[in-house]
């Protein structure tokens, strides 16, 4: 979806390259005209100023991305009922610092039901920041033992 967005931006910047028939364009030099948009009776904007909202709006979308998911969640299985699990918070977000142990124990619980288990165990659990250029991430760790029908005794 990202690369999409960043291909249209290319093609419309590219798209006022090069050579075309000159009868299209402005005989002043500049491919925008000059003129204003009427909001309201009494609000009106430059099409340079429309343009430029609309990029740096654009740009802020592809940086922050509000629809995708705050977290990434990478799943290796160890064996038939043992998985590693490493969590990343994507770089901007509002929120969801504290959610890397809740999302690990959902997708624990996932993975009972999808392998027809009964319990899940947390083997072990981490959490920290990754230091990278330019932005840091938070992670979280953990591997998480799928089991069987386990007895318990009353204490």
Not at 50 to 71: E, F, H, Q, S, T
Not at 123 to 152: C, K, M, Q, W
């Amino acid at each position: 979806m990202r690369t999409r967005a960043i291909l249209l931006l290319l093609s419309l910047g590219i798209g006022g390259c090069g050579t075309a028939n000159t009868s299209i364009y402005p005989t002043n030099g500049y491919l925008l005209p000059n003129n204003t948009l009427k909001l309201t009776p009494g609000v009106s904007v430059t099409v340079e100023e429309a343009l430029a909202v609309g990029m740096v709006g654009a740009a802020i979308y592809l940086v922050y991305d509000p629809l995708a998911p705050n977290w990434e969640i990478e799943e290796k299985p160890l064996s038939d009922d043992t998985y590693a699990l490493s969590l990343r918070a994507k770089s901007f977000r509002i929120g969801g610092d504290g959610e890397a142990y809740q999302i690990m124990k959902r997708r624990a619980a996932q993975l009972q039901q999808l392998r027809g288990y009964t319990g899940y165990r947390i083997v072990s659990y981490s959490e920290g920041i990754e230091s990278g250029t330019p932005f840091t991430h938070r992670v979280g760790e953990g591997t998480i033992r799928l089991v069987r029908n386990e007895v318990r005794g009353l204490r």
